[in-house]
């Protein structure tokens, strides 16, 4: 590591500063870093100014939505990463589709689709998927949240294709398998609950060791009555 020039380590996060990456060559990525910095000792010269930093493994520091700004003063250059989570506001009016698609719709128990329904009844969720790469793409992680008023019906998840792990949670549905160019259906049911008008939040799909490969579908609305 002595040897190696700022160009060196700068090549060796692109991937990461583009967003191409997965869990794997991220975490090899920090590894690498980590040794060439030698020890965790090292950063503790960065100074976050008005903030109190976390300097056990690097440093670190946790905002909030009322920082809108960071001053970090150190003496040489430094890499950072920056990590974000919550819930995104307002709709979703076009899907998207990146090697992969999905799409989803609620039926009744006839079969028909709908987005008005009776307090109590019982709704079939259909999320179909489909690889546009022309393979199977493995390892695909589908997401889909519920709509408020409604709970899903536990072991109701099932596949007309093969699901590596399936989870029903009290917000979501979650399940990996491989999509295939002929397409895959996944279905599971939820409940009504609540009276109101409820968005109906897009699916999601994203192949976990090749983020480039992601879609999602648009946003709805459901009516409890």
């Given amino acids: 590591f002595e040897t190696w020039k700022k160009g060196n380590i700068e090549m060796l996060l692109s991937p990461l500063e583009s967003g191409y990456y997965n869990t794997w060559s991220a975490a090899y990525s920090i590894l690498a870093m980590n040794a060439f910095a030698g020890s965790a000792a090292s950063d ?6 008005g903030h109190d930093g976390n300097y056990k493994l690097f440093a ?12 970090v003063v150190s003496p040489r250059p430094f890499f950072y990463s920056l990590r974000q989570q ?7 009016s076009k899907a998207e ?5 999905i799409a989803k719709e609620y039926l009744d ?15 079939e969720v ?27 019906v536990r072991n109701s998840i099932t596949s007309d294709s093969f699901i590596d792990f399936s989870e029903a949670r009290e917000d979501r549905m979650i399940a ?4 295939t160019p002929a397409g895959n259906v996944v279905r599971y049911k939820i409940t009504a609950v609540s009276r109101g008008k409820f968005a109906i939040p897009p ?9 480039m490969v992601r879609a999602h579908s648009i946003t709805g609305l459901l009516e409890i009555e």
């Avoid at 503790?44 to 100014?49: G, S």
């Avoid at 589709?97 to 698609?101: A, D, F």
């Avoid at 128990?109 to 709704?123: A, F, P, R, T």
């Avoid at 990996?176 to 999509?179: A, E, G, I, L, W």
């Fill in 126 to 152: 259909v999320v179909k998927l489909r690889s546009l790469t022309g393979e199977n793409i493995t390892d695909v992680a589908i997401v889909d949240l519920l709509p408020g008023g409604a709970d899903i």
């Fill in 97 to 101: 589709s990146n090697g992969i698609e």
């Fill in 44 to 49: 503790k010269d960065i100074v976050f100014e």
């Fill in 176 to 179: 990996y398998m491989t999509v």
């Fill in 109 to 123: 128990k006839d079969g028909n689709s709908v987005d008005d329904v009776k307090l109590g009844d019982e709704i």
């Fill in 60 to 71: 670190e520091l946790e905002l909030s939505n009322s920082d809108k700004k960071l001053t």
């Fill in 203 to 211: 699916a999601y799909a994203s192949a976990m060791y090749d983020i």
């Fill in 86 to 92: 919550g819930y995104q506001e307002g709709t979703v």
